[in-house]
């Protein structure tokens, strides 16, 4: 198969990591016999630098053009002066309502080799972390009015949070898509008991549980959820949830299944174009220095052959070649445990290179 993907590499750390998940594909490609052409595409920083604009239009244009985006990170304290409308993350909320991909998928899976190096205590990781949390990402606080007035002679900020019906439909129908999948549990989160957009959120989430008879919605409030992620985790199986609440409540399950470093998203639309990229951010203290951990954009990349390219053995492939790396004891620094007992400190580039050593054809 032939396939063209639109490359952001972006700032910080994003170039590092993006290579590793590059070679990986390539060698992917070379072991199923597919064709992998790379687009490069400026976004964030890096694009502000070059063109005075975090995602010019044409470097969209690209990313509209190709069959899936995959994408390292942004932002860095060089652009924190520039106003809020040009800054390097507004790159990346154009690109993802630009690309329409309303529904990001966020696993926190716990890999059983990294169990000691979840901040939670032994007992309740025993008892399994396996949940995704399913984020509307094109909605919310991050795209309603955002200005800065003044009155009454001081400045005031204003973010507006809005939520229309069809916007809570479409990503409750993908949540509970994703519960009947697993195991049929769906738990929407919001805070209805403050606010206006998450009590219409509440009341779409109940109407369209008459269409999933077979799938369980529970509600939660996101201050409580917030809790049982650290509490018991094992209790979730597919959380649903709006934009913001989806962006601090993956941090919070990234961490517990070891590091932030890990976890891949999905981000999806009404076509099988989709963007691909690791949950954390550019990392910009340790940019440069061959430290970073690549496994988060290798995974995102499984993920865009699994998702976008209906390539499952592919992606079954690369997730068997970052296990088989994890039980060789091999650990970027973010996931080495303080003993380092039986493990290898291992830079960005050596451990794309251990993974891609470890791929083999099933
Ligand atoms: C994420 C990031 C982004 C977000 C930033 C970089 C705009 O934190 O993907 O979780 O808030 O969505
Ligand atoms: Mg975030």
Not at 340 to 354: H, K, P, S, V
Request: aromatic content about 6%.
């Amino acid at each position: 198969m032939q396939k063209t993907i639109a490359v952001i590499r972006g700032d910080g750390i994003g170039p590092e990591i993006v290579d590793q998940a590059l070679q990986v594909l390539n060698r992917i490609g070379t072991l199923y016999g597919h064709e992998f052409t790379y687009a490069d595409v400026d976004m964030g920083g890096s694009a502000i630098d070059k063109w005075g604009d975090p995602l010019p239009p044409e470097m969209l244009q690209t990313c509209l053009d190709s069959d899936s985006v995959l994408f390292g990170a942004v932002g860095g304290p060089k652009w924190n002066h520039v106003p809020g409308s040009m800054r390097p993350e507004k790159g990346l909320l154009r690109l993802r309502a630009g690309m329409e991909v309303y529904s990001n998928n966020r696993p926190a899976k716990i890999w059983p080799q990294l169990a000691s190096a979840s901040p939670l205590k032994p007992e309740i990781v025993e008892k399994g972390i396996d949940f995704i949390i399913v984020r509307e990402l094109t909605g919310g606080i991050y795209f309603g009015r955002h200005d800065t007035v003044a009155e009454n002679g001081e400045a005031v900020a204003i973010d507006q949070l809005r939520y229309s019906e069809s916007e809570i439909r479409r990503i409750g129908r993908i949540g509970f898509e994703t519960a009947r999948k697993r195991s049929k549990r769906l738990c929407s989160v919001e805070k209805s008991n403050v606010l206006d957009s998450s009590r219409l959120w509440k009341k779409v989430m109940h109407q369209l549980s008459e269409e999933y008879p077979d799938v369980a919605l529970t509600d939660m409030l996101v201050d409580n959820c917030a809790m049982q992620i650290v509490k018991d985790p094992s209790q979730f199986d597919v959380i649903v949830t709006e934009n913001m609440f989806g962006d601090i409540l993956s941090d919070e399950a990234s961490m517990i299944t070891g590091s932030i470093g890990m976890i891949p998203s999905s981000s999806l639309g009404d076509s099988s174009r989709g963007l691909y990229e690791p949950i954390h951010g550019s990392a910009p203290d340790i940019a440069g220095r061959d430290i970073a951990n690549p496994i988060g954009t290798i995974l995102a990349a499984a993920m865009m052959l699994r998702y976008s390219f209906d390539m499952p053995r592919e992606a079954d492939c690369i997730e068997s070649a970052v296990s088989a790396v994890l039980s060789q004891g091999y650990r970027t620094a973010d996931i080495l445990p303080p003993d380092a007992a039986g493990c290898t400190l291992t830079g960005c580039r050596d451990m794309g290179r251990l993974i891609i050593d470890n791929l083999k054809k099933g």
